[in-house]
């Protein structure tokens, strides 16, 4: 096993303090990647493993990678919001209940969106001492991250300065409301056991945490359905059996549609949340899909 000397930094943005941990390349090839993990915006910190064995991977593959541990969201509509059931490597229900009275600052939208887009220029600016290039930075989350990647790309694009390479999106949510499952996705579902199905009611409750009285239709909160033109490369990976696959998907015709670079994949066989299943047979394929996306879109964007 490659020894990656990781270092934990402050940042401030969005009216809060928040923290990052850097994952140098130990051979870095000129990529780094600015990764936000998931849980339903009031779970996870950079030790769970869809963060931190993450981040690890890929910079033993050459990417350093800057951890991103934003602001969570409030809690107070968690009598409403079921809690994930028991994985392997992640902490237990109760262990998570108990985490959320640590006494940690919380928000609501934007400030962990707005978080993003700082912890992005932070990378950027320093991407050189990573052995990257200012260039050749990329974002990317899993679920609930992966719609902080796509809002924060979002928001860089408008800007109009220091865009990222390349957006990769794992299993994300993309729309306040997600587009209905096809018959066969709903059977699947439907046969789930208790607790590990995304459904209308739990993700209605979930997202009215997360935006804290926003509008849904606000385009930073939720990127699906918004204008995508001029957005960055965008690799989407969608899990089988997860109602967000549908909104994975929606959002990959929008981009192609826009003419935007897209590549959208569907893990046969998968279930949300596998980037946190280290012995998941589908972890280490979609990782490298991710390391050949990032090379491969930052070679195209040399100037």
């Known amino acids: 096993m490659i020894t990656i000397a990781t270092e934990d930094l402050t940042l401030h ?33 950079l030790d769970v493993p869809e963060a931190d064995a993450t981040s690890r991977h890929l910079a033993e593959h050459g990417t350093s990678v800057v951890s991103v541990d934003y602001t969570l969201a409030p809690i107070d509509a968690l ?17 998570l209940v108990k985490a959320l009275d640590s006494g940690r600052s919380r928000a609501a939208f934007p400030v962990a ?40 790309t979002a928001r860089l694009r ?19 409301d997600l587009p209905a499952p096809d018959d066969a996705l709903a059977a699947r579902l439907a046969a789930l056991p208790t607790g590990f199905d995304f459904t209308p009611e739990a993700t209605a409750a979930i997202n009215a945490n997360y935006l804290g009285g926003a509008s849904p239709r606000e385009a930073y909160a939720f990127p699906g359905g918004h204008d995508p033109r001029g957005l960055a490369p965008t690799l989407i990976v969608n899990a089988d059996t997860d109602r967000l696959r549908m909104s994975g998907q929606a959002y990959a015709a929008e981009l192609a549609a826009a003419g ?44």
Do not use: K
Not at 79 to 95: A, H
Not at 270 to 282: R, V, Y
């Open 113 to 152: 969106s707005v978080q993003s887009v700082a912890a992005f220029d932070w990378a950027a600016e320093h991407a050189t001492d990573l052995g990257g290039l200012a260039h050749a930075v990329a974002i990317g989350g899993a679920s609930a991250g992966g719609n902080l990647a796509a809002s924060a």
């Open 79 to 95: 009598d409403s919001i079921p809690l994930p059931p028991p994985q392997e490597g992640m902490p237990s229900p109760e262990e």
């Open 260 to 303: 935007v670079d897209v590549e959208v994949a569907l893990v046969h066989g998968s279930e949300h949340g596998f980037l946190n299943g280290l012995e998941d047979p589908h972890r280490v394929a979609v990782l490298a899909r991710m390391s050949r996306f990032i090379h491969e879109r930052a070679a195209a964007a040399r100037p």
């Open 158 to 176: 408008d800007r109009g300065a220091n865009v990222p390479s390349a957006s990769c999106l794992i299993y994300p949510v993309l729309h306040a």
């Open 13 to 45: 943005a969005g009216g809060h303090e928040f923290g990052i941990r850097v994952y140098p390349a130990p051979r870095p090839d000129g990529t780094v990647l600015v990764w936000l993990h998931g849980g339903a915006f009031i779970f996870g910190d």
